[in-house]
């Protein structure tokens, strides 16, 4: 495991595998690992902007629960996205078949079941 976060850190120390891969792809994974950063801070100021502005919901504690799990899946969106990165580049200076992810796939599924409970609450609030 500190192997792996030790790619992370320093990659100038660690031993180069393979050979280097063009730049261009070089830079393409840099880009979707930045893009992959951004929904993470995105994640997480939306899940600040709940906690600090979203009035409070029919259900107890909802509006703090939903703020954390926000707060949460920006943090793990924002590491799945260096582990991910760097699994890539070590892939393309293999040789290999470049890794595969579900993370997308539940990254998507967990915002859209946030938004059906969001108008859940809602449709709650406004009947009462």
């Known amino acids: 495991m500190f192997g792996a976060l030790r790619h ?3 990659p100038e120390k660690q031993p180069t595998v393979g050979r280097t891969p063009d730049y261009r792809f070089s830079l393409a ?3 979707t690992f930045l893009a992959w950063v951004r929904t993470g801070l995105a994640l997480i100021a939306g ?3 709940c906690a600090q502005f979203l009035p409070p919901l029919g259900v107890q504690h909802l ?3 939903i703020a954390i799990a926000l707060l949460l899946l ?3 969106t924002a ?3 260096v582990d991910h ?3 890539t580049e070590r892939a393309m200076r293999l040789g290999t078949e470049l890794p595969g992810s579900k993370f997308p796939a539940v990254l998507a599924l967990v915002v859209a079941a946030g938004a059906v409970l969001l108008v859940v609450a809602v449709i709650v609030k406004a009947a009462r």
Do not use: Q
Request: charged share 35%; hydrophobic share 50%.
């Open 8 to 10: 992370w850190f320093d």
């Open 29 to 31: 994974n840099e880009r």
């Open 47 to 49: 899940g600040l902007a």
């Open 63 to 65: 509006r703090e629960v």
């Open 74 to 76: 920006g943090g793990l």
């Open 79 to 81: 590491l799945r996205a």
């Open 85 to 87: 990165w760097a699994r």
